[in-house]
């Protein structure tokens, strides 16, 4: 039995290790077809692509890309594992100013803030690491803000069971300072109100009172 199981995890590893490796290689592919894209949009735009400052800006430009859209790569269940546990606590808990960097789908430049939540338990509570994770879990992504706010709060309603959760997102969108109407300090508010929160308007009042602290 003790060979037998060594067996197994010998098969586990190389198993493991030949997904690392196609995981590579589909990474790889997918850098080399961004860059030569970027080489495409930089001669397009009048530029040399090869002199000495733009020369690796497409490979580096793929890197970056791919850092910023890491969210694609992961989802809730593999964010919460088995990191709720059983506690008997049944009133809000709430954590603020969660920072978040994502893309605007529309133009593909960043918009960025502060993003509150609040949940009330049903049984069992969450490492607090986990729910600044769901946020850049869903922030690295192409996004608009309304989707985000809402993604944010039902992955953490069915990941925890929670009796309901808010959510609250602050942000500034470049595509409105950058280019466009080009208003510099507008910010864009949106929430989400899931299970109680959205039935319940005394929890939604005190939610808001805990974010102004």
């Known amino acids: 039995a003790a060979r037998r199981g060594g067996e197994d995890v010998a098969v586990d590893v190389k198993s ?3 997904s690392c490796l196609r995981a590579g290689a589909e990474e790889a ?6 860059a030569g894209a970027m080489s495409v949009v930089i001669a397009a735009l009048g530029e040399d692509g090869e002199r000495e400052g733009l020369r690796k800006t497409p ?18 269940a593999e964010v919460f594992g088995d990191a709720a546990f059983d506690e008997d606590h049944h009133e809000p808990v709430c954590l603020n100013n969660i ?3 994502s893309l605007c789908e529309h ?22 690491s986990k729910l600044a994770k769901v ?10 803000q309304e989707r985000l706010t809402t993604q944010i709060a039902r992955a ?30 507008a910010y864009t508010v949106t929430t989400s109100m899931q299970g109680c929160y959205q039935e319940d308007p005394a929890l939604r009042a005190e939610f808001f009172a805990m974010i102004k602290r």
């Open 59 to 76: 490979a580096r430009f793929a890197q970056a890309l791919l850092d910023f859209t890491k969210g694609y790569r992961s989802s809730p």
């Open 135 to 144: 946020v850049d879990l869903f922030a690295k992504r192409l996004q608009v």
């Open 156 to 185: 953490i309603m069915c990941g925890i069971g929670a009796r309901g959760v808010a959510v609250h997102v602050e942000a500034q969108h470049l595509c409105m300072v950058m280019r466009g109407v080009q208003k510099a300090g």
């Open 29 to 34: 592919a997918v850098k080399a077809q961004i």
């Open 16 to 18: 493991a290790a030949a």
């Open 99 to 101: 920072e978040f960097f």
């Open 107 to 128: 133009h593909m430049v960043p918009f960025f803030g502060k993003c509150s939540i609040a949940y009330v338990p049903s049984g069992k509570v969450v490492g607090l």
